[in-house]
């Protein structure tokens, strides 16, 4: 069972916004240490998509956004693309483990 | 540009020890941090481990017992030790480089990944 919460999947037609949300506890999110979200397409390793809650690295388009409140966080895709079918997962630091995490994964379905 | 570039046997029997090498090329290993990570067949990711660029190294508690992380930067290279594997071990294990500050690190870049089977 994954420290972060993810929910399974997730789906929208082409152009919808979507979010998924990443619920984690009080010796990781909760205890103030920053969000990643990374996509993993088929067959390939993932990237990263939103660091440290909000920021895109340059060539993330402006659609992916990140935000964190308490001990959850999310990532909001708005104009749904064909090309955003993909796995997305969240990552933090936890320090009772003293351990990167990583949320179970969420697979995002377009219609 | 920074790449990394894993590599392993792809077939290691149960019970024996797994060793992979991770080759880091544009960027020198030395005072910086890295990670494993890995993923089985059709499952999330799992960090395994990571250096950290003050020396000091951090395994998963649930390999702990198993696991040797190491660095050699002569050849400019980060390995990963895992022994008595089962089944259970068998997958897609990645190296990444580690960006950020204090704890709040991401992976990125990460290598291309290489399959473990584990298989008698």
């Known amino acids: 069972q994954s420290v972060l919460a993810q929910p399974p999947s997730v789906s929208g037609a082409p152009g919808q916004t979507i979010t998924i949300s990443c619920t984690g506890g009080d010796s990781n999110i909760g205890a103030g240490y920053d969000v990643q979200w990374y996509q993993q397409l088929p067959g390939t390793a993932p990237k990263v998509l939103i660091y440290d809650n909000t920021n895109r690295p340059s060539g993330v388009p402006d659609r992916f956004s990140g935000s964190k409140s308490g001990a959850s966080a999310s990532l909001a895709l708005t104009g749904l693309h064909a090309e955003d079918e993909a796995d997305y997962y969240c990552?933090?630091?936890?320090?009772?483990?003293?351990?990167?995490?990583f949320g179970a994964g969420t697979k995002v379905t377009v219609l | 540009q920074v790449q990394l570039q894993e590599s392993g046997p792809g077939l290691v029997r149960p019970a024996e020890t797994l060793s992979l090498t991770c080759t880091v090329s544009?960027?020198?290993?030395?005072?910086?941090?890295w990670s494993w990570v890995r993923q089985p067949p059709g499952k999330g990711l799992e960090s395994i481990g990571f250096l950290h660029y003050s020396g000091d190294i951090r395994y998963n508690p649930s390999l702990k017992s198993r696991l040797t992380i190491s660095v050699d930067t002569s050849k400019n290279q980060l390995s990963l030790q895992l022994t008595s594997v089962t089944a259970a071990d068998t997958a897609v294990y990645y190296c990444t480089k580690l960006l950020g500050a204090g704890w709040d690190y991401r992976s990125d870049p990460w290598g291309q990944g290489i399959l473990i089977t584990v298989s008698s």
């Open positions: 990552q933090s630091f936890d320090y009772k483990l003293f351990a990167f995490v």
């Open positions: 544009g960027d020198s290993i030395s005072s910086k941090s």
